[in-house]
């Protein structure tokens, strides 16, 4: 990149696990991050197109995907860029994103293709979010080879630690072999129910872990707990049929504050002298608040619950 030019903060959000708020978190975030100012970009890598539908995007109806930046070499990577809202741009997916894999098997640099072709258009972002699928292939590969951060969203369940454990030792690997700036900053706990005691072992053990790991030579040794925890709100699972972020659906709830102040830790973490922006008018106080529209227990027996319930 040129003297003079700045690098955005380029952060993928990664977790194996579908259904832990990967996407709703890829997008409510970058939508406060361009509240608070920041120009940013966000790139849906995953063939589901999940950001792109939950960004109002028809995936059959973008004429450059990017499915066709990664494959087509004289793509023009402006072309491929939708306007959201002011300070809000996207690349979308389409499904045929899944052929990606195998077509690129063969190409050499296959996990540096994003990097790439996007570099022209990056120093133009203060913040590039990606939202990757539930896999670690080639397009997991070339988030992670464009990144400088990683945030892991996950649920306070029986299991999850383990899952974000191995997640985390993969990564590990990764930064070894293809990108060794990569640092995992952040965990984003999502539809989190602080009330009851599972979620608050499972948050006790994940913070032991992360401690433990401050003196050891491994890319989360920065790695925190973002703050707040994003409360179970059935704003944040309506929005997506509508297309829209939870700030153009429902910008007064519980689900949207939540989100503005995780952009302000984020903030804060990237640039701690920075004052807060985004929820000087916010008047839910998250502590004080409930922390569930309909309070439930979470069973152990019940790992992969990710749905909500109909509040
Ligand atoms: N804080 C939340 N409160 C209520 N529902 C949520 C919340 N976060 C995510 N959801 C819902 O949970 C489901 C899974 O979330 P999603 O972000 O799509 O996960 P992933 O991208 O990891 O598969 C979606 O239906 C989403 O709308
Ligand atoms: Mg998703």
Known sequence: MDAGRREPHIVAVINQKGG???????????????????RVLMIDLDPQAHMSLHLGIDPDAVEQSVYDLMVDEGCDASKAVTRIDDNLDAIAAETDLAAAESELASNPHR?????????????????VVIDCPPSLGVLTLNALVLANEVFVPMQAHFLALQGVGKLLETIGLVCNSVNPDLQVTGIILCMHERQTML????????????????????????????????????????APSFGQTIF???????????????????LSGWNPSAEATTTDSVEVDSESAPCVETPTEITPTDPDRDRVESA
């Open 20 to 38: 832990v708020g990967k996407t709703t978190s890829a997008v409510n975030l970058g939508a406060a991050l361009a509240q608070a100012g920041q």
């Open 248 to 266: 153009q659906y429902e910008p007064g709830c519980h689900g949207a504050n939540d989100y503005r102040q995780l952009a302000d830790d984020v």
């Open 111 to 127: 996990n540096e293709l994003l990097r790439n072709r996007l570099s022209a258009i990056l120093p133009t972002y203060d913040a």
């Open 199 to 238: 979620a608050r072992e499972v948050v006790s053990d994940l913070e032991e872990f992360i401690e433990s790991s401050r003196d050891q030579d491994v890319p989360w040794r920065a790695c925190r707990v973002l703050q707040p925890p994003i409360r179970r709100n059935i704003k944040l699972a309506e």
